[in-house]
């Protein structure tokens, strides 16, 4: 089974909808990290946790709610989107919450309209 | 705040070797490598900590001077499988960055 799996693969929602997001890494580390990627700008960092305790949230807009239930899932909730937030979002995982070797999901491709 | 990566955006031949650059406005903890082909995930190539060393595998490798903030990657007689974007991932503080990523193209 690959190391990190992310569902849906694509995604496609109205602005008033609520649907979530769903990370899973068979790897056995204990830090989770989500990412957001759009067209032209660099990865952007959004939460990271490490043993299921969130450690960095980098100035992300509620309407965006993440949460780990256990060290091996990771979920992002999502309810009032903007069609700014049309992006591929990327779940990680790494061996401890120091950035180290990160491995990456495949992404799910969110629309928003 | 965002590494600046130079140049954005390389075509090589077969065989060509190519230079991308990373530079920071802060001090530096480590510098991260990471290469993502179109339409995949990010995959790790390696990872520099404070201390000026040169990392490499293959024909891939990296330095990094913490003094200037700067990395840089070296990738020696390209294949096509190297294309890709390259993106440098800076560690300063607590504070993870991913730089703006340069696009490298690999021509026979």
């Known amino acids: 089974e690959t190391g990190v799996t992310q569902t849906p693969r694509h995604l496609v929602m109205g602005m008033t909808n609520k649907k979530s997001l769903k990370c899973e890494q068979h790897l056995g580390h204990n830090a989770m990290y989500w990412y957001k990627q759009s067209a032209k700008k660099p990865l952007e960092l959004m939460f990271v946790y490490s043993l299921e305790e969130r450690v960095e949230n980098n100035s992300v807009p509620s309407r965006f709610s993440p949460e780990c239930p256990n060290s091996s899932h990771l979920f992002l909730h999502l309810h009032t989107l903007q069609p700014e937030d049309s992006a591929l979002y990327l779940c990680a995982s790494s061996q401890e919450a120091s950035y180290n070797e990160q491995f990456f999901g495949p992404g799910t491709r969110l629309t928003v309209l | 705040q965002q590494p600046v990566q130079s140049p954005q955006a390389v075509i090589l031949r077969e065989g060509e070797d190519a230079v991308i650059n990373c530079s920071s406005s802060?001090?530096?903890?480590?510098v991260h490598w990471y290469r993502q082909k179109h339409g995949e995930a990010p995959v790790f190539l390696m990872i520099?900590?404070?201390?000026?060393e040169q990392k490499g595998h293959d024909k891939i490798s990296a330095s990094f001077n913490e003094k200037k903030q700067q990395s840089s990657l070296y990738l020696t007689a390209s294949q096509l499988s190297y294309s890709g974007t390259y993106f440098c991932?800076?560690?300063?503080?607590?504070?993870?960055?991913f730089g703006t990523g340069t696009s490298l193209t690999v021509i026979p």
């Open positions: 991932g800076t560690l300063s503080g607590n504070q993870f960055y």
């Open positions: 520099l900590l404070k201390g000026g």
């Open positions: 802060k001090a530096l903890y480590s």
